[in-house]
């Protein structure tokens, strides 16, 4: 389990399960601090692979001619050259319903901002994907960060 200070610091590239109690003012301090652009993608309405798109969109402020596909959103987590600094953190919240009503998706999903995480990784910037959604068996496996 990683503190998300052990995280931004220390931890590699990749898919987290974040466990925090709530958010705090602290965890936009922190990110301020280690200078990470922060994407926030609310799960809330989020039940299948348009609006899961939808909400990327939203979260890194896409442009409108944002193809809505899974090719277009690896081509856009892949691409930073248009935000500032090095180091970047996806926080998604409340994908249960997601992962429920759209199992195929959903995995699909994971898989995109795996792979974009590997790919950051070659090229030494760093990028974290942290998923806040309790009890799927999905995130099992997936290493803790909490606050």
Known sequence: MYSLAH??????NGLY???PRAESAQHTALFRLKRVQVFRVHGERVHDKR???AALVQ????????GMNWDAAADSLTDFDWQPGSAHALLC?????????SPV???????VM???ARFWEE???QFWVLIECDRLRQFADLPAVCD
């Open 114 to 116: 795996e792979d974009a």
């Open 51 to 53: 609006r899961f798109l």
């Open 105 to 111: 998706d959903f995995a699909t999903a994971l898989a």
């Open 7 to 12: 995280l931004l610091t220390h931890a590699p």
């Open 93 to 101: 919240s409340k994908l249960g319903g997601f992962a429920q009503r």
């Open 59 to 66: 979260a890194m402020r896409l442009p409108r001619w944002f």
């Open 123 to 125: 090229r030494d910037v």
């Open 17 to 19: 399960r974040w466990t």
